[in-house]
């Protein structure tokens, strides 16, 4: 899991866990694109393509990877996890 940070921007109709962090600058990507923000997932999950920020962005009860319940603590989450892959 990733330790949420106060300069990570939330969204309120997307998924709880999801985070941007808006860049400053002229960072580039290594296809020599400008970057404007990096997306991050506190349960370690980030969107790699459009299609699955889109899926983030949209689901604001469970998270569309695992289809877990937003409203259990980052404890619990942790715990479900440890007991899925035992």
């Known amino acids: 899991m990733i330790r949420d940070e106060a300069r990570f921007r939330r969204h ?3 998924c709880p866990y999801y985070r941007e962090n808006w860049v400053q600058g002229d960072e580039k990507t290594p296809q020599g694109e400008i970057l404007l923000y990096e997306v991050y997932c506190l ?3 980030p969107p ?5 920020q889109d899926a983030c962005m949209c689901a604001t009860r469970r ?3 695992n ?10 989450s942790a715990a479900l996890s440890a007991s899925r892959s035992a």
Do not use: L, Y
């Not at 790699?48 to 699955?52: I, L, P, R």
């Not at 289809?67 to 619990?76: A, F, L, Q, V």
């Open 67 to 76: 289809n877990e319940d937003h409203r259990i603590t980052p404890e619990e």
């Open 43 to 45: 349960k370690g999950w």
């Open 48 to 52: 790699t393509s459009t299609g699955e």
């Open 12 to 14: 309120k109709g997307a």
């Open 63 to 65: 998270c569309w990877r």
